[in-house]
């Protein structure tokens, strides 16, 4: 696949996701009366214009975006079809749109893919006999619940055990065998050994017969020392050729790690780099069972429905969760990204699919990704910091309470203040994709 077309596709996509976002608060102010003084697709110069009832649709040469310019928008003005005139309710529904509407059109993206595909039902397929003699679990039973969370899809458990980390001292499971279900408590499994601080993804199927490509690395882990990145494959340990994540878990079942340096090879970006690291005696723990989070099995189109909420609840779960845990210092400036970084991923993934697993696996990468892109977005706008939709509906919801509007003043400046903190942050993460990327 031409590069020059990946990384066009990928610039349209997160195109669309902003202009569907700008599309809802568009849709609502037309609802509600509110003169639209602009609608544009695109950001830059105007490429086409065309004015009708009061607004003027514009198409713009960068395809990067979208806008949305209301009447009496960040102003007090008492001209018809204003927005500032608008009761707090109708303000609000406006706001809100378009956020809601990322979610739409992220659960409208969800049914192509599990229509296409299907759901990865959270299946186990390995137990550990410590596990099995304390719970009974055994292959083929479904997990549904995990520490009072209900589990739909194996991501969701993936998810939770990795950004919430495992209890030490007790996990509640619930399965389900022949149709009914079996709640357990029970120890985890403690492990103490030595780490890399790697994690890799599986590809395709169960078996682990894609290339070793890292998921992540883990922050100021053995290999984020060494400078191995997300997304860096390993072709080597010690020497040794490695080229599936078989290759690697065999090597390392027979040479398990040590005090000892390793030596990996690595690829990047084309370009193969050894480097050496000392692994780190950790101590931690783990479910003692291994579960699908990875394979799809095909559902009907009625079940697709259920499962697009599904998978809109997890990514906006994932994201709210992530944004915890970059909170809490466990991620590092390597784990933040914007619109530099989304390209470049989003390239890397069709052309990595592409080459695998052919055009529509590299589609339906893309459109995973929009789907993650959209549902981001989502969430991004709805925290309550100035400038953004949740600051807004922060100052409207105090509105209601108050019962009067904050003098338009007080508001221009929280806006102001918080328009100058975002174009800081959105500046550092600019550089920041630049650095990680180039």
């Known amino acids: 696949m031409n590069k020059f077309i990946e990384i066009l596709v990928a610039i349209i996509m997160v195109g669309i996701v902003i202009v569907v976002h700008e599309f809802g608060h568009f849709l609502l102010a037309k609802v509600n009366g509110v003169v639209v003084k602009e609608f544009s697709v695109g950001m830059g110069p105007r490429l086409l214009s065309k004015k009708f009832k009061g607004t003027t649709y514009s198409l713009k ?6 806008s949305c310019q209301m009447l009496g928008e960040g102003e007090d003005s008492d001209e018809e079809g204003s927005f500032s005139t608008k ?21 409208l993206l969800s049914l192509i893919i599990l229509n296409v595909i299907g759901y990865d039902r959270c299946y186990v397929y390995n137990v550990s006999d410590e596990i099995a003699e304390q719970t009974g679990l055994q292959e083929d039973d479904v997990i ?53 601080g790697i994690r890799y993804q599986l590809n395709g199927e169960l078996e682990g017969n894609g290339p070793m490509v890292l998921a992540s690395v883990v922050n100021n882990g053995a290999a984020a020392k060494a400078g191995l990145k997300k997304d860096d494959k390993i072709v080597g340990i010690n020497g040794v050729s490695v080229s599936t994540v078989d290759d690697f878990i065999g090597y390392t079942d027979e040479h398990p790690f040590g005090d000892e340096p390793v030596m990996i090879m690595y690829e990047r970006d084309g370009v193969t780099y050894s ?12 479910l003692g069972f291994d579960y699908n989070y990875n394979y799809r099995e095909k559902i009907g189109f009625f079940k697709s429905l259920k499962y697009g909420a599904v998978e809109v609840d997890y990514w906006i779960k994932s994201v709210i969760k992530s944004l915890g845990y970059m909170l809490k210092g466990k991620a590092s400036t390597e784990d933040i990204g914007g619109p530099v970084r989304v390209v470049s991923e989003m390239t890397n993934v069709m052309e ?62 929280i806006n102001f203040i918080g328009f100058v903190l975002l174009m800081l942050l959105m500046v550092f993460i600019l550089f920041n994709d630049i650095r990680n990327v180039f």
Not at 87 to 107: C, E, Q, T, Y
Not at 145 to 169: A, N
Not at 275 to 286: G, I, V
Request: net charge positive; no cysteine; proline share 5%.
């Open 87 to 107: 009761s707090v309710w109708k303000r609000i529904s406006i706001v809100i749109a378009g956020p809601l509407f990322n979610f739409l059109l992220a659960f």
């Open 352 to 413: 990595t699919s592409y080459k695998t697993d052919g055009l529509l696996y590299a589609f339906l990468n893309l459109i995973n990704w929009t789907i993650l892109l959209s549902a981001n977005l989502g969430v991004m706008n709805l925290l309550p910091i100035p400038a953004l939709d949740g600051g807004r509906l922060l100052i409207y919801i105090i509105e209601v309470v108050r019962g009067k509007k904050m003098k338009p003043e007080h508001e221009g400046m």
């Open 61 to 66: 040469l960068l395809p990067f975006g979208g």
């Open 144 to 196: 549904v619940s995990y520490q009072g969370h209900k589990i739909r899809v194996g991501r969701e458990l993936s998810m939770y055990e990795v950004l919430d980390g495992i209890d030490s001292k007790n996990i509640k499971i619930t399965y389900v065998r022949d149709g009914k279900k079996i709640t357990k408590v029970y120890a985890p499994v403690k492990n103490a050994q030595y780490y890399i």
């Open 275 to 286: 480097t050496q690291m000392t692994p780190k005696y950790e101590e931690n723990y783990s």
